[in-house]
């Protein structure tokens, strides 16, 4: 099996995501390893880096995501929803990600994932959240 590229793997990371939000929602213990090894055959760091980074700023992510939701809050979303809305913040605030990249990486999963207006949701926080970034620096 090759290298899988960098979309391949933010769909593993998604599906990571998935589970340990079931286990936290449910307050099943788990290990961030064991999940990432069930889905992750091959060691990648990609995928560690950003699993690890995310559950880390898991609650400053929500509340950026909260504050840009418009009456809505990420724990309404569905587990893949609120597991790509995540991935895309982190990748925004968090790494050297190319922020139209990880923007466009988090809506075409959406695409595929989620449903039409919360696809819309997505992309209307992450939008905010480059504008409120690229105003800032």
Do not use: C
Not at 20 to 28: L, V
Not at 36 to 48: G, L, Q, S
Not at 79 to 105: F, K
Request: proline content about 1%; charged content about 30%.
């Amino acid at each position: 099996m090759g290298q899988m590229n960098r979309s391949e793997l933010r769909k593993k990371i998604m599906t990571i995501l998935y589970q340990i939000n079931i286990y936290q929602t449910g307050k099943i213990a788990y290990s961030i390893d064991d999940v990432i090894k069930e889905v992750m055959v091959i060691d990648n760091e990609f995928v560690k880096d950003t699993v690890y980074g995310i559950l880390t700023y898991q609650v400053d992510i929500d509340e950026v995501a909260d504050q840009y939701l418009n009456d809505w809050t990420i724990s309404r979303l569905g587990n893949t929803d609120r597991a790509i809305l995540r991935m895309g913040i982190y990748e925004l605030l968090y790494t050297d990600s190319p922020e139209v990249v990880a923007i466009n990486e988090a809506v075409e999963l959406a695409k595929v994932y989620s449903d039409d207006s919360v696809r819309k949701m997505i992309n209307g926080v992450l939008d905010k959240v480059y504008h409120h970034k690229v105003d800032h620096e």
